[in-house]
């Protein structure tokens, strides 16, 4: 697993099996979307625990963004959403605000996803700039786009059962 650029990660089936067969039967643009969602569901759960690619806990929000979770949430408009946020009380992700897990209000994961696929090869990543700048200052802080190594362990043995059939 390469993080291509800081706000992605790309996978590369010669880092999976050095087999030139095993290779020929998974680099199909569908298999490779597979294991780009796959990759993107590991790399979520990881988030949503806040813990980073190095399987470290993030570090915690700074107490003035804190301040901002806080008020947020205790100033409810007259159309039943977050001021400042736009979205509904439902949607606000972070219940404490000392809990460490990127989803404030959810846009920024909702726009992490497969961005391009290639023979043998997927990228995870950033659609949309705004979302990509506002990764871009959260992987100052907090390591967030990449696996643990448990988790590099555990795709590649996905990858082997699922697809080629080894257990």
Request: aromatic letters at 6%.
């Amino acid at each position: 697993m390469d993080t291509g650029s800081i706000m992605s990660v790309i996978i590369n089936l010669s880092n999976l099996t050095k087999k030139k067969a095993d290779i020929a039967r998974l680099s199909d643009t569908v298999t490779m979307t597979r294991i780009g969602a796959e990759v993107l569901r590991m790399n979520n759960e990881q988030i949503k625990r806040g813990v980073d690619g190095n399987d470290k806990r993030f570090k915690p929000y700074s107490d003035s963004y804190r301040e901002q979770i806080m008020a947020a949430k205790s100033e409810i408009s007259h159309k039943g959403k977050w001021k400042g946020t736009g979205k509904s009380k439902a949607r606000l992700g972070v219940k404490d605000p000392s809990d460490v897990n990127l989803t404030v209000t959810g846009a920024m994961l909702a726009d992490f996803g497969v961005v391009r696929v290639e023979k043998g090869e997927v990228e995870i990543g950033f659609h949309s700039i705004k979302e990509k700048q506002k990764a871009a200052g959260n992987y100052k802080i907090r390591e967030f786009v990449g696996l643990t190594k448990k988790n590099e362990r555990a795709l590649f043995d996905w990858v082997k059962r699922t697809f080629l059939g080894k257990h």
